[in-house]
């Protein structure tokens, strides 16, 4: 969130508001500040494909070609180029790489005020329960 008020009205109260209201009528709200240093998220990125490598590797010893779907707790082969791929257990951290730990926790810090306005007094704290990703290479439908 901004950390300066530039007038009456804006600010980071303003924009608490202004998110919690998309959310609740939208059921989604996009943040424009950045909440993740570019850096960690390039590290990110990188830690992603190779955990993507590494299950589709996995998932082509136990029988599985490129272009078939399949699903497992690990990987899942939504369609052509994309998968979603899980990274860890956000509750316990128990086997999520630091980087990974990092990025869910900057994503709770962003969108805990949110959640918290848009709930009001019906608020009672906000946990993620899996870090996951969705990964499309070129080539796959929008």
């Known amino acids: 969130m901004q950390v300066h008020q530039t007038a009456e009205g804006t600010g980071p109260r303003a924009d608490i508001a202004l998110h919690a209201s998309e959310l609740k009528a939208r059921g989604f709200t996009v943040l424009d500040e950045h909440i993740i240093d570019a850096k ?7 830690l992603t494909q190779s955990r993507l490598s590494q299950l589709i590797s ?3 010893g136990a029988g599985c ?3 078939q779907q ?15 791929v ?3 257990d956000a509750r316990s951290k128990e086997g999520m790489h630091p980087i990974w730990a990092q990025v869910c926790s900057a994503a709770l810090s ?5 959640v918290c306005e848009a709930q009001g007094a019906a608020f009672t704290g906000i946990q993620a329960v899996q870090m996951g990703a969705v990964i499309s290479r070129p080539g796959a439908k929008v």
């Open 65 to 67: 070609s490129v272009n």
């Open 110 to 114: 962003a969108v805990t005020p949110i």
């Open 58 to 60: 996995q998932a082509k």
């Open 86 to 88: 899980r990274l860890g």
């Open 70 to 84: 399949y699903k497992f707790s690990e990987i899942v082969h939504r369609q052509r180029h994309r998968w979603d």
């Open 40 to 46: 960690v998220i390039d590290r990110a990125r990188t």
